[in-house]
């Protein structure tokens, strides 16, 4: 139940934020909303419950009152597998130059390498977290932890190669608000961070 609210929190988080940037400040039009804007937001949230799963055991025990994570960390995971799951497919229904025209080389229609690489990643990161979710609660904690790291890292790239160019231009920035694709590397690196801590017990 937890998960769920928690879940219903991040995503009307990164909704409303989406909403803002892109529909407010971005000139987007509404037309866009229920797919182009609403992927944006169901990628965040997915990357957030994956993120809160892999680092539950510190966040556990550094922040008060959040004992629940450590119960709660596989059902955040497999919350974060089906929203990324959403996302791959709502990214594949709109992934055309009408949409994503920076991905195109202009002559050729083709996708650029650094497109070809950022998809790429964010296959491999969704496989892998589908091996981790087929793996269950019998395999070792270590193992599971170092997928969970992986997919972060694969998500980092992902999010690099699509969105890097536009991270160091803020006067380009919609209302001011950073791009989605850079909010959402430094979510994965605290991510990365927290799975990286050491373990004890």
Same mark, same amino acid.
């Given at each position: 139940?937890?998960?769920?609210?928690?879940?219903?929190?991040?995503?009307?988080?990164?909704?409303?934020?989406?909403?803002?940037?892109?529909?407010?400040?971005?000139?987007?039009?509404?037309?866009?909303?229920?797919?182009?804007?609403?992927?944006?937001?169901?990628?965040?949230?997915?990357?957030?419950?994956?993120?809160?799963?892999?680092?539950?055991?510190?966040?556990?025990?550094?922040?008060? &009152?959040? $004992?629940?994570?450590?119960?709660?960390? /596989?059902?955040? +995971?497999?919350?974060? =597998?089906? #929203? @990324?799951?959403? *996302?791959?497919?709502?990214?594949?229904?709109?992934?055309?130059?009408?949409?994503?025209?920076?991905?195109?080389?202009?002559?050729?229609?083709?996708?650029?390498?650094?497109?070809?690489?950022?998809?790429?990643?964010?296959?491999?990161?969704?496989?892998?977290?589908?091996?981790?979710?087929?793996? &269950?609660? $019998?395999?070792?904690?270590?193992?599971? /932890?170092?997928? +969970?790291?992986?997919? =972060?890292? #694969? @998500?980092?790239? *992902?999010?690099?190669?699509?969105?890097?160019?536009?991270?160091?231009?803020?006067?380009?920035?919609?209302?001011?608000?950073?791009?989605?694709?850079?909010?959402?590397?430094?979510?994965?690196?605290?991510?990365?961070?927290?799975?990286?801590?050491?373990?004890?017990?």
């Amino acid at each position: 139940m937890r998960t769920s609210v928690y879940g219903l929190i991040v995503l009307a988080i990164g909704l409303g934020y989406a909403i803002v940037r892109y529909n407010v400040f971005g000139g987007v039009s509404v037309e866009q909303l229920p797919l182009y804007v609403t992927n944006k937001a169901v990628s965040v949230a997915g990357l957030v419950l994956i993120v809160t799963a892999v680092g539950a055991r510190p966040l556990s025990g550094w922040l008060p &009152g959040c $004992g629940w994570l450590m119960d709660e960390r /596989r059902s955040m +995971g497999m919350l974060g =597998l089906g #929203l @990324s799951a959403v *996302h791959t497919v709502m990214s594949l229904m709109l992934l055309n130059p009408g949409y994503f025209g920076k991905f195109y080389d202009a002559g050729t229609g083709k996708m650029h390498l650094a497109a070809e690489v950022s998809m790429l990643a964010g296959v491999v990161a969704l496989a892998l977290l589908v091996v981790q979710s087929r793996a &269950g609660e $019998g395999s070792g904690r270590s193992s599971l /932890r170092w997928l +969970g790291v992986g997919v =972060l890292a #694969l @998500s980092l790239m *992902h999010l690099g190669f699509m969105g890097w160019p536009g991270w160091w231009t803020p006067g380009k920035w919609h209302g001011g608000l950073p791009p989605i694709t850079l909010l959402s590397a430094a979510i994965a690196l605290v991510g990365l961070g927290l799975g990286l801590v050491p373990r004890r017990g």
